[in-house]
């Protein structure tokens, strides 16, 4: 069964890091972009990093100083690393699949097999 299942989502405070997992399992994990998405409450699903087959790897603006991802092909698994959280980071991030590493707004209904997200909450 085709599957991406998120972990590691927590309630933090502002300045400190967190690690999220993206699992996979049910197709050749290998081939795929694995992507990061988040949506905060009352706001449309946004890219935030993603990583390619090849393990090149694209940030938004707003975390690329931050964020940083990473794929253990191993393991079938994605890792977000995302350092000196603020309270806009907050919402349900979610892994998807794609053939290549597109984060754009155009591009998110484009992405397969998403997850079910995991909540990050950034409060103090």
């Known amino acids: 069964q085709l599957q991406l299942v998120e972990s590691g989502g927590d309630l933090v405070q502002p300045g400190e890091s967190l690690t999220l997992s993206c699992a996979a399992s049910?197709?050749?994990?290998?081939?795929?972009?694995i992507g990061w998405f988040r949506q905060a409450p009352g706001k449309e699903r946004e890219g935030v990093s993603c990583?390619?087959?090849?393990?090149?790897?694209k940030h938004v603006d707003s975390v690329k100083d931050r964020f940083s991802i990473s794929r253990d092909n191993a393991k079938n698994t994605v890792y977000l690393q995302m350092n000196d959280l603020n309270l806009t980071d907050t919402g349900i991030y979610f892994c998807?699949?794609?053939?290549?590493?597109?984060?754009?707004?155009?591009?998110?209904?484009?992405?397969?097999?998403w997850g079910q997200g995991t909540q990050v909450t950034v409060s103090s």
């Open positions: 998807a699949a794609h053939d290549g590493c597109v984060l754009g707004r155009a591009y998110v209904r484009s992405w397969s097999y």
């Open positions: 049910g197709f050749s994990f290998d081939d795929f972009a």
């Open positions: 990583i390619s087959s090849g393990g090149s790897t």
